[in-house]
């Protein structure tokens, strides 16, 4: 399983982002693997959100199209699940980490998902997770 971070989905998605091209062939070589590409609510909330703002609602709605089409197995998230991502934010408080970052690890935790698909390797980067010595981020940059 690899899950997909809202930057990656974004450059992905957006012809005229300076990483479209690296998102691009990062996402062909994924999709040659076979594995089974994941994400949460919260980052289908996230990216409506900013290809609303950076682009338009219309825009928008395409992309949430898209995700909630079966491109994406859209992980489960329950109250124990936000008890670990309010762990994980404060653990990491430092960081600047986002709900939705923290959210996303907390998946990876749950689900012990180690690939991660993001552009953010400041936040992704320094977390440790429990099953695994780190987290293996594509693209690498």
């Keep these: 399983m690899i899950i997909f971070?809202?930057?990656a989905i974004f450059a992905l998605n957006d012809k005229s982002d300076g990483k479209h091209e690296v998102a691009t062939q990062c996402y062909r070589s994924l999709a040659a693997s076979g594995q089974e590409f994941v994400t949460t609510q919260h980052v289908i909330a996230e990216t409506w959100w900013l290809v609303a703002r950076r682009k338009n609602?219309?825009?928008a709605d395409k992309a949430w199209d898209v995700l909630m089409g079966n491109?994406?197995?859209v992980l489960d998230f329950d109250f124990i699940d936000f008890g670990l991502a309010r762990q994980i934010r404060e653990?990491?408080?430092d960081s600047g980490m986002s709900l939705v970052?923290?959210?996303s690890l907390a998946a990876c935790e749950r689900h012990r998902?180690?690939?991660?698909?993001?552009f953010d390797h400041?936040?992704?980067n320094i977390y440790r997770p429990t099953f695994a010595e780190s987290l293996e981020l594509m693209p690498t940059i």
């Design 71 to 73: 491109a994406f197995l």
């Design 101 to 103: 970052d923290a959210t």
């Design 113 to 118: 998902i180690s690939k991660v698909f993001t």
């Design 91 to 93: 653990k990491y408080s």
């Design 122 to 124: 400041d936040h992704f």
């Design 5 to 7: 971070d809202t930057g």
């Design 57 to 59: 609602v219309f825009y």
